[in-house]
């Protein structure tokens, strides 16, 4: 069973950063598919970025240039890192892990975006 353990989270202002990390429990994180979705409140949960196992990354339309996601396999972490940060990305954040036909979630991290 894998787990995942989400951080990073808080309140910053416009423009401002944040770095979310995720931690995996188990033995084949280095083969998973690794990702990051957000739902806000009234809205579906949508994928933000993605990384493959070999590094190969994708981002939604709305977070290219202003976020990036990395992977360590050694400490079995993935990160995203928020720049220049709207109003808009406030949401529930949540680590996604998907191997050999499973997916796990995160317990999620709260986002929020306010002057």
């Known amino acids: 069973q894998v787990q995942l353990v989400e951080s990073g989270g808080g309140v910053v202002q416009p423009g401002g950063s944040l770095r979310l990390s995720c931690a995996a429990s188990?033995?084949?994180?280095?083969?998973?598919?690794m990702a990051w979705y957000r739902q806000a409140p009234g809205k579906q949960r949508e994928l933000v970025a993605g990384?493959?196992?070999?590094?190969?990354?994708n981002y939604a339309d709305s977070v290219k240039g202003r976020f990036t996601i990395s992977r360590d396999n050694a400490k079995n972490t993935v990160s995203l890192q928020m720049n220049s940060l709207k109003p808009e990305d406030t949401a529930v954040y949540y680590c996604?892990?998907?191997?050999?036909?499973?997916?796990?979630w995160g317990q999620g991290t709260q986002v929020t975006v306010s002057s």
């Open positions: 996604n892990e998907q191997l050999v036909g499973y997916v796990y």
């Open positions: 188990g033995s084949f994180f280095s083969i998973a598919a």
């Open positions: 990384i493959s196992r070999s590094g190969d990354t």
